[in-house]
């Protein structure tokens, strides 16, 4: 469902982030991208929902050839992935329910049926009781599991989280984890980068590890792999 | 895109314009101003206009004819100056007529000269454009059996000078105002956008299309021109009605006449509107544009 075939990215000021990157990724796989801060994780991730263009190679997402996208095109692309990130992103005028429904509103989603899906993904969450709520009400687990509420609403085949436990303290990661377990047991793709060595190691997932913008190693049932 | 979206964005817009409070409140006063004197200016330079239409459509060429030519002269040199492709009009004047002209202007000693007319006969002709009289005066001078031909040399080139100046000084000062609202306005839009520049973030990365994200901001726009065309329409419609309703009576049977306030001061009106409403869309449209890269 997602692959990418000598994928190599330059930024406008000559920094090389991804040097050669070929991997292929399977709808309902759980995967962990580890490596040191600057390794090119992030630009490999955002690669995925096109938030930047690989400068050479072929990257596909659920059959869309990405560099032959046109940007008229990205909003369907990322109407398939859901995207979940350290700072949460949400918007704080909103509240738990605005927020979840935000991204069925401006995809112009059915009203009758927007109601329903933020309350399913609210239960899942298990934020239920806490729609009313804003943002700054919340803890920063529960700001999270509004985000990953968010991510999932429009059902989409991937989620895509770029440090999503990075925020939190170990017990609310777990927590979160073990959502994010859930998720990936109804069938959805979760392709995670993180630094968090704990979680890695008892989850025995597939791991890539990047380091210098390159898979130095790719193994399922891995391990964090670097120290401390 | 659905009827439902658009009128969330339209709400979206109207909340917008309401939550910037100050923002909106500085960059409707500055449309207001510019609007204002772009309005005024507007009304100057159209009556302008007006009055150096009247006064080119004023000037005539006299072509005084030979007393030589007999009547099938005269009647060929009727002919080839109706057939001029510059000329509008034209109209024949006996000798006896003129005489009777200057009669009635400088009393009845003149009528003596009946006996013995020392004048001509005259064509009166008005060219199409009135800019090039002098032109179409030199292509009649050469025609046979013409004695002089006269259309106030000098003077009328002055004139017509003057208010092509005036007239293209006016286009670019109303331009040069036009360009400032336009700024203000997405000036405003700019400081909008930045504060919601995470929003913005968060609706691309759902897969908002560009149009669901610049809408409401262009309606925002859209609102500051209309809020900022109120009070320069106001003030131009009451204060034209009151100077026209004064100067009016005064200025009949002059050869130039101002603009009557009853359509002209609509047209106006509307027109301001519209640059309100224009600048505005295009002001935000502008600085939306750079925030959509995501």
């Not at chain 1, 996208?69 to 704080?92: A, C, M, S, T, Y």
């Amino acid at each position: 469902m997602i692959e990418m075939k000598n994928v190599y990215k330059k930024y406008p000021n000559g920094v090389v982030a991804v040097n050669g990157i070929n991997i292929k990724i399977k709808q309902g796989e759980f995967v962990y991208i580890v490596g040191p801060s600057g390794a090119g994780k992030s630009t490999f991730i955002k690669m995925m929902y096109r938030e930047e263009k690989a400068t050479s190679g072929e990257i596909i997402v659920n059959g869309m050839n990405l560099s032959k996208l046109k940007n008229k095109e990205v909003p369907h692309l990322r109407r398939q992935i859901g995207v979940v990130f350290q700072d949460f992103k949400l918007l704080p005028r909103l509240n738990v329910y605005e927020n979840v429904a935000f991204a069925l509103e401006v995809i112009e989603e059915d009203p009758s049926k927007i109601r329903k899906r933020v309350m399913d993904v609210l239960d899942l969450v298990g934020l239920k009781k806490k729609v009313r709520m804003f943002p700054d009400e919340l803890s920063g687990g529960e700001q999270q599991r509004v985000s990953i509420a968010r991510s999932i609403v429009n059902v989409p085949k991937v989620v895509i989280a770029d440090e999503p436990t990075g925020n939190l303290d170990p017990e609310t990661s777990w927590d979160i984890m073990n959502l994010f377990e859930e998720i990936n047991a109804r069938g959805t793709t979760i392709i995670m980068a993180t630094h968090n060595r704990e979680i890695v190691n008892n989850m025995r997932r597939r791991v890539i590890a990047i380091e210098g913008g390159l898979i130095v190693r790719d193994e399922r049932g891995g391990d964090y792999g670097y120290e401390g | 895109m659905k009827a439902r979206t658009l009128g969330r964005h339209f709400r979206e817009s109207i909340k917008s314009v309401g939550r910037n409070g100050w923002m909106t409140f500085a960059s409707v006063s500055a449309v207001t101003v510019t609007l204002l004197l772009v309005g005024v200016f507007m009304v100057i330079m159209m009556n302008l206009n007006k009055v150096a239409n009247d006064l080119e459509n004023d000037v005539e060429i006299k072509v005084l004819i030979d007393l030589k030519a007999d009547e099938k002269a005269e009647a060929t040199l009727q002919q080839q100056i109706k057939d001029m492709p510059g000329v509008e009009s034209m109209k024949y004047s006996s000798k006896e007529h003129e005489l009777n002209g200057l009669v009635k202007d400088f009393g009845e000693d003149l009528s003596l000269f009946k006996q013995s007319n020392p004048l001509r006969n005259v064509l009166y002709v008005k060219a199409k454009n009135p800019q090039q009289t002098a032109k179409v005066a030199k292509q009649i001078d050469t025609l046979d059996n013409t004695y002089e031909v006269l259309y106030g040399k000098g003077k009328i080139e002055k004139l017509f000078n003057f208010l092509n100046i005036s007239r293209n000084v006016g286009i670019v000062l109303i331009i040069a105002l036009l360009l400032t609202a336009m700024f203000l306005i997405s000036n405003t839009i700019k400081i909008t956008i930045t504060a919601r520049r995470k929003e913005i973030e968060i609706m691309k990365l759902v897969g908002a299309t560009n149009w669901f994200v610049r809408i409401p901001f262009i309606l925002e726009g859209m609102w500051l021109g209309l809020l900022g065309s109120i009070i320069p329409i106001l003030i131009v419609s009451i204060l034209y009605t009151q100077i026209y309703n004064a100067l009016a009576p005064k200025l009949q049977g002059e050869i130039f006449q101002l603009l009557n306030s009853k359509p002209f001061i609509f047209e106006v009106d509307l027109l301001i509107l519209l640059m309100g409403v224009l600048i505005g869309i295009w002001g935000s449209f502008m600085s939306v544009r750079k925030f959509l890269k995501i």
